[in-house]
C-alpha cells in the first residue's frame, strides 16, 4: 500500500514537472517573440529619433511640432485609475503611474493589481511599459505601449521568475493598454468648407475643396525632454530652407512650417479653374446716353439683365518680414450675361461674354492667436470688367467694375491644425473594446513669430495651461 502511494505520489509530481516544464517552454517561446518584436521597435524608435533631430538641426524639414516631455507626462497621469476584464475573467487595474523619458522611447511604471482567473494570482503587481511615439495612417500621433517586466508581489520563494514571465506574457496578448492618443497629428488632407456672401448686388460663391499635401511621411521622435513629429523636405526642396532655432527643450508647445510649405498649401487651394462664382441679376443704367432725332430727346441707357461668371486665381503667395504678412494674389474673370438695352425708344435683349485679368494686389493679413489663423484685411478690390456689344447698327462699350472686399469674402486662412487640444484617454477596456474614456481638455495660449524672408519659418509657441484642464470621464462612442 506504501508502495503505490509512493508510485501515485511520484507521478504525480512527475506530471507537475511536466506541466511546469511546458508552461516555462510556453513562456520563454512567447517571450523571446516579444523580445525581437521589442528589439525591433527600439531600433526603429531611435534611428527615427537620430534622424528627426538632423533634420531639425539642418533646417531640412517643412513641418515640426515638439511637445514638452512634462505635458505627455501629465497625460499619462491620466491612466491612474484605468481598469480592464478580459472575455475569461482577469481583471487588470492601474493605480498609479510614473515615467521617464529617453531617446526614442518613453519608460512608464504603473503600480497595479492583477486578479488572474481561477485564483492563479490575485494581488499588487509593478509593470513596466515602454512607449514608442508613432504616426498612424490618418496622420494621428498615438503612444504604443509595450510590456516590458512585470513583477508580481505575492508569490512562492524560488518562483518569482518563473511568475513574473507567466504574467508578462499575459498581460501583453490579453491585457494590452490601448495606443494612448497624443496632442499632435499630422492631417495631409486640408478642407476648405463652401462659403457664400451676398455682396451689395452680387452672390458670391466659393466652391468648397479638399486639398491633399503633397509631402513625405511624418517621422515622430522621442528625447529626453520632448515628443514630437517631423515632416521632412521633399528631395526637390533639399537646401532651399533656412536653419530654425527649433528647442526640444521649450516647455511651450512649438510649430514651426517653413514659409514654402505655407505657400505651397496656398497655391494648392487655388489650383482648380473656378476659385469663385458670381451671379447678379439686374444692375440698372450701367451705361446711358442721351441723343436727339429729328428734334425728340431720347435716353438711351443699357442694364445687365443677369451675369453670371467666375474668377480664377492665377497667383497667390504669402510674403513675410519679421512684422508682418502680405497675401500677393491676382485673378481672372471670366463673365457671361445679357444685357437689356432702350436704343432711340426701342429695346433689345442681347449676350454678352467678357474677360479680364487684374493686376497684382497686395493684401496685408492680420493674424489671430485664438483660432491660429489670418484674415484678410479689410479692403476693397476692383476687377474692371469691359463689355462690347452690337445693338442694332450701333456698337457700345463700357466698364462694369466687380468690387469685392476680400477680408469679407474670403474669412480665415488656418494654419494646418497640428495640435489637437481634445484628447481622450481610456480609463475602462473591456474585451478588448474601450467603453470609457476621460476627456482633456488643453488650454493652449498662442504666440507667433514671422520669418524674414521666404526661405524662413513661421513659428507659433503655444503655453498649455494644465491647472485648468477639463477632465470628463464619458462613455466612449
Known sequence: ????LIVVFGVLIALVLVVFACV??????????????????????????????????????????????????SLLEQLEGYQQITSKGNRFAVNQVQSSFHDGYIE?????????????????IDVVYRGYARVDELGQCHL?????????????????????????????????????????NYQKDLVLPDMQHTLKQMQV???????????????????????????????????????????LDSPDIVIAMSAKFLNDIIQAYVVPDHDVLVSSERVK?????????????????????????????????????????????????????????????????????????????????????????????SGEIEIPIHIEVPIGTRKIGFNYPLKFDLGQLAGEIQLPQVVTTQVKIPTQVERKSIVKTRSLTLDIQWQLDLPSSHLGFVVTTGRVTLENANLAETPDQ
Not at 32 to 60: C, F, H, P, V, Y
Not at 108 to 124: E, I, S, V
Not at 224 to 242: E, I, R
Request: charge should be negative.
Open 1 to 4: 500500500m506504501i508502495k503505490r
Open 24 to 73: 516555462t517552454l510556453w513562456a520563454n517561446h512567447h517571450l523571446e517573440r516579444q523580445q525581437r518584436q521589442l528589439q525591433l521597435l527600439q531600433e526603429s524608435a531611435e534611428t527615427s529619433t537620430l534622424n528627426t533631430r538632423a533634420l531639425i538641426q539642418s533646417g531640412q524639414f517643412q513641418l515640426a511640432a515638439v511637445i514638452p516631455a512634462k505635458l505627455v507626462a
Open 108 to 124: 512608464l511604471t504603473a503600480k497595479a493589481h492583477f486578479a488572474w482567473r481561477f485564483g492563479f494570482y490575485d494581488g499588487p
Open 144 to 184: 504604443h505601449l509595450r510590456v516590458v517586466d512585470a513583477r508580481p508581489h505575492k508569490t512562492f520563494p524560488g518562483l518569482e521568475s518563473w511568475l513574473s514571465s507567466l504574467v508578462r506574457v499575459r498581460l501583453q496578448q490579453k491585457l494590452k493598454i490601448p495606443d494612448i492618443q497624443l496632442p499632435i
Open 205 to 247: 460663391d466659393l466652391p468648397g475643396r479638399t486639398i491633399g499635401i503633397d509631402a513625405p511621411a511624418a517621422l515622430a521622435f522621442t528625447s529626453s525632454t520632448s515628443l514630437g513629429l517631423v515632416v521632412p523636405v521633399t528631395p526637390n526642396d533639399s537646401g532651399m530652407s533656412q536653419t530654425v532655432a527649433l528647442p
Open 285 to 377: 443704367d450701367v451705361w446711358t446716353k442721351e441723343m436727339s432725332f429729328l428734334g425728340k430727346e431720347f435716353k438711351n441707357h443699357v442694364d445687365i439683365l443677369s451675369i453670371d461668371g467666375y474668377l480664377d486665381v492665377n497667383r497667390s503667395q504669402l510674403s513675410f518680414t519679421p512684422e508682418d504678412v502680405t497675401l500677393a494674389i491676382a485673378m481672372d474673370a471670366y463673365m457671361n450675361g445679357f444685357l437689356e438695352a432702350e436704343m432711340m425708344g426701342m429695346s433689345a435683349t442681347v449676350p454678352f461674354s467678357a474677360q479680364t485679368d487684374t493686376a497684382l494686389e497686395q493684401l496685408p493679413m492680420i493674424y489671430d492667436s485664438e483660432t491660429r489663423s489670418f484674415h484678410i484685411e
